[in-house]
């Protein structure tokens, strides 16, 4: 299996992390999501095709997926750092939400490690 492949699927898993942290969440069904947050939909299907891409070993998804990861790791650390002074991590059910956390962080660095260790041309 080359290594756009396995990136493919830690994408994938990313994904499926994803939905299951919006789906399994505690919250109250009158919370709606703040407006700059794009629906679950487009969340859920930019990863998915360029993890297509990936598998089916396109350039243009390396750099967007190098793009991606990357910045999925920026906003989640400055995401995660203002939520924890907020006290998101201290509430009822805050293992899990950082389990959550925790598990997507790991999948992107892991995926943009692999991307940038491998570079495009050896795959």
Known sequence: MTTLRVVAILLVANTVILVAGVLGRGGSVDVKRPFWVPPLWIRVGIPLAVAGGLWFGQQWS???????????????????F????????????????????????????????????????SN
């Open 62 to 80: 390396w750099w967007i997926a190098v793009a991606m990861c990357g910045g999925l790791l920026i906003w989640s650390g400055i995401a995660s």
């Open 82 to 121: 203002v939520l924890a002074v907020g006290g998101y991590f201290t509430e009822d059910g805050a293992a899990s939400r950082a389990l959550h956390v925790g598990l997507l962080v790991v999948t992107w660095l892991a995926a943009l490690a692999l991307l940038l260790f491998s570079g495009w041309s």
